[in-house]
């Protein structure tokens, strides 16, 4: 089903750690409604837990800036159109052009405020956060080879 998110990356390694198999693979689509939403969204693509996960749509950096000077200014640097608040959501659902399918009740919204209170919801795991952990070590160690040489270490 189609997904409306609001969350950075921390807050979506958390949710990540709460949501069920089921809910993950309810997933087909997911409407990016952060600033954010362009690095964490490549922690889903291809991700197993999300196996039926097929688009991923962000909104551009300035235009979430210009959105968000008309809701909140002080919050211009760090937007959101988050579910729980009307004003937000509503903006956020305009930019991506699904306000029909929320309408049509074509959307679920993921409200990870709720999510993260509700005490009767069970952590699970951490893959999201093993998965940030692995490229980061790939990363790191692609910065401590690139700058040498192998003919160099070869041939000494």
Request: with cysteine.
């Amino acid at each position: 089903m189609k997904t409306y998110i609001s969350v950075g990356i921390g807050d979506m390694i958390f949710l990540d750690s709460l949501l069920t198999k089921e809910e993950k693979e309810s997933i087909s689509e997911i409407y990016w409604a952060c600033r954010f939403g362009y690095v964490t969204k490549d922690l889903l693509e291809n991700n197993p837990s999300y196996p039926n996960l097929t688009n991923q749509y962000i909104i551009d950096d300035e235009v979430g800036k210009a959105e968000m000077a008309n809701l909140d200014p002080v919050a211009i640097n760090f937007w959101h159109f988050r579910p729980d608040f009307q004003r937000n959501f509503e903006v956020g659902l305009r930019l991506f052009g699904i306000m029909d399918d929320w309408n049509k009740q074509n959307l679920q919204t993921i409200d990870a405020v709720s999510m993260f209170l509700d005490e009767s919801r069970p952590f699970r795991n951490l893959p999201l956060l093993i998965l940030v952990i692995n490229q980061m070590k790939t990363i790191l160690f692609s910065i401590i080879l690139l700058p040498l040489d192998p003919d160099k270490i070869l041939h000494r």
